[in-house]
């Protein structure tokens, strides 16, 4: 059986960060619903644009340069996930809330860009 989950590695501008828990992401296509005609029935569908993005935790082991990363405005995120796929998101800069904790040293980041690419393994 293929691997399709566990260890997964996060790249911000070339640094790698201990990336840990569980990734989300978005790959930013549009997101699509159904339009309802006046008699209920499906009379085609509507596209609303999505905001391409990454989002989880890594760890500050004290070496971490946070304002760096805090500080990003344009660029290149991969999230390399434990199938194999790399997923890139261009033209990106920090987007969450910069916001830690000191139970496990963790620093919650989202990422929002232009745009996401899959990369299969």
């Known amino acids: 059986m293929p691997r399709v989950g566990g260890t997964i590695e996060l790249s911000v501008a070339g640094v790698v960060y201990s990336a840990k828990g569980a990734f989300t ?3 930013g296509k549009p997101k699509r619903g159904a339009v309802l005609s006046s008699s ?4 085609g569908y509507k596209e609303e644009p ?3 993005y990454v989002e989880g935790a890594i760890t500050d082991a004290g070496t971490t340069d946070l304002d760096a990363m805090l500080n990003l405005t344009a660029g290149t995120v991969a999230l390399r996930l434990a199938n194999g796929k790399t997923l890139v998101l261009a033209g990106a800069f920090f987007a969450g809330e910069g916001e830690g904790n000191t ?3 963790e620093v919650a980041v989202r990422f929002e860009g232009e745009t996401m690419e899959e990369v299969p393994a």
């Open 25 to 27: 992401w978005n790959l």
């Open 50 to 52: 999505q905001v391409p």
């Open 40 to 43: 209920l029935a499906v009379a």
């Open 103 to 105: 139970e496990e040293g």
